[in-house]
């Protein structure tokens, strides 16, 4: 039994995230880390416990605290969990129930819902009442249920405060409060065999006994139906005949992988093997950079890294920065470790992930493949942590706060839970090789290839000179050629770094370039199918419109599109070699739940010749007939302003190449640039890392950037443009004083407005702090009074923190 009689419970209020004091009630036993129920206000919350308080604060009285209503989850935390929690909410300034709502499945902190509904039966208004009033009926009388939430109504109907009124008076409709209700667990029919025979049963009965039998004795009412060919009828007669019960039981919404045999360890090379007599070694937290060249068997260190792990009862957890990593890792995994692997990932079902959650909290030993939220699942007995392509900036959290980082949160949680974590890339980021050259952490290298295959020859084509000679495609004459002539068996990879048709429309008359009207961007020509109407759409706030068919500003007929994205290069390669069948893998072809594996199972299989995607494409693709790959065009990445691009274009460029020549033939990377001369070009070509690397961070050194200094970056934004940029002024000016720094300790750059100024009806500025030492991981953070911050904003401008920020746009 609890020892005390009142309750800490963090809630997620509006305007007041925190923590609220309740009573234990007399038929509940509840328990610090419980998810539960709570009133309040008119309505109910969820929230989790806290702590238990022996005493109510001075300005409590005992008959103002409500008791808990019900237990949602019991135990939801271990203290090295909550630790990370707290440390998470501290390092990014975010409030403490944000983070919890970022750890949680969705659903779970859920508030009651406000519904009005109508009285029935409703009688005819007779034009008694206002006309906002009837349509509101209206709307009433068209839902099937005849109730909508007081949100909806307000969205479908504005100013519906007044006649809600007036129909409540009436007595035409009532308002009710709708409990919250958090997710649950799936139940279905399950049939469960009695006995296999009995007197008077007919051959067909007989036969569906036998297969049930075959089956294990028991299987899913709908799988019998559809194995057996029968009827429900047929089953309720073996029922009352005692031969088999029909019941509810709980199904488990857990993404599965391809059904295979079950594979075993490969053989490791000399390489290979010493970095995991190393990992295998470590007993608590050590941290080890496994630097491979594409090719060289990182995941095989990660597999045989785990199985003792999860032989002695731990449990593992593997992130990858994409989802679309996630259906060749989970195969992979299932082939070893079979029903042990879970999935966990945002294009989940939120019954997914809260039955994979759920799965978690039982202390059974599971190995977890998930994107960056997965590094918050609250895994019994961590053993061994991996981040894969470790390098990658999908592991950044851009918005809602917290703006997190996988890596960092890894880290902590290795020392937390004294275990070791394993960061794979071949094209480490600069912040985790200056950890190397520090010697804080252990560093085991892969040099090559399984088999010693060799890492494919890069060919640079200069565009410029394709340019003088008349050739203005896409394709250089190198690249088109190689197409033109792909062995037969063979395939290829053409990467490009946008998605659409076209980059922008612009008017040949006036130069207008036609813009998103909520955006400060131009909108994206989008063309995928000759047989439908071109499409622009803006790739912030995804507005969209047909193209005109002349020009908004002049009324000029000569629309153009420019630039080139991959419905461009799909359709000009359709038209220049029709006979090779192609495949688009990007963001827009990925949107549906299970299309990033359907597309790689398809390509796999060789029914496709040609993929050409985005940046989806340089990560984890482990395809043996890929022979060669095409990057289109490397200067779109190379020439962003932004000081981690040359990190960024060595980074992509160099993954990509290698996903060429991984199986028995050799393979080619066709480069095209128009400035094949430049230094981050000729170390991709050289696969000259640690000279790029050099280069690089002596630069970053000279100008205090990361991994020598730290960056917080404060973003504003507002409707109103005078309100936001004045208030970034304020912010400013008030910067150096809230940090407790001086000029040689912080450079403050700005305010200045956004590179894109309007987004989705916002204008932004930003705020860029530089401070001139490195604390990046450390708790707790840099000094800066966020809440001080806060207070200078008005009520119209929106405040946001991003340490360590990746994006600056």
Known sequence: MPSAPWLNVLLDCPGNPGAFTYAQPPDLIIHPGDLVSVPFGSGQMGGIVIGLLEQLPPDLLPEQVRPIIEVIQRRFFSLTYWQLLERTAVYYYTPLVQVLKTALPPGLLQRSQRRISLVQPCPRSNGLISEKAQQILALLQASPTGDYSWRYIHQKIPRAQAPLAELLKNGWVKSYLRPPSPPQAKQQQAVILIQASGDHLTARQQEILSYLQQSGGELWLQDLLQACQTSKSTLNTLAQKGCITITLRQKLRLEQGLTTAVATPKSLTSAQTQALSHINAATQAQTFLLHGVTGSGKTEVYIQAIRPRLAEGQSALVLVPEIGLTPQMLDRFQAIFGEQVLVYHSALSEGERYDTWRQLLLEKPRLVIGTRSA????????????????????????????????????????????????????????????????????????????????????????????????????????????????????????????????????????????????????????????????????????????????????????LKPFGGGTQRAVQELKERLPDLKVIRFDSDTTQRKGAHRQLLEAFTRQEAQVMIGTQMLTKGMDIENVNLVGILTADGLLHFADFQAGERTFQTLTQVAGRAGRGDKPGRVILQTYTPEHQVIQAVQAYAYEDFAADELQQRQALNYPPYGQLVLIRLSSPDPEAVAQTAQTVSTSCQQLTGLNSAEVDILGPAPAPILKVAQRYRWQILLKFNRRQSGQCPPLPLDVNALRQLCPGNVRLGLDVDPQNFF
């Open 375 to 558: 590094i918050f699942l609250p895994l019994h007995s961590l053993g061994i942590l991996v981040l894969d392509e470790e390098h990658d900036s999908g592991y950044k959290q851009e918005q809602p706060s917290p703006c997190y980082h996988a890596r960092t949160l890894a880290q902590w949680r290795s020392e937390l839970e004294n275990c070791p974590l394993i960061l794979g890339s071949a094209t480490p980021g600069l912040a985790t090789w200056q950890q190397k050259l520090e010697d804080k952490l252990t560093y085991l290298p892969l040099p090559q290839r399984i088999q010693a295959r060799p890492l494919p020859p890069i060919e640079i084509v200069d565009l410029r000179n394709e340019l003088h000679q008349g050739n203005r495609s896409m394709f250089s004459r190198t690249l088109f050629s190689a197409l033109e002539n792909l062995p037969a068996s063979g395939q290829a990879l053409l990467f490009i770094h946008r998605r659409g048709h076209s980059t922008f429309v612009s008017c040949r008359s006036c130069g207008q370039a036609l813009e998103c009207p909520h955006c400060s961007v131009s909108l994206t020509y989008h063309w995928p199918d000759p047989q439908q109407a071109p499409v622009l759409r803006c790739h912030y706030c995804n507005f969209s419109r047909p193209q005109p068919k002349q020009c908004p500003s002049c009324q000029s007929p000569y």
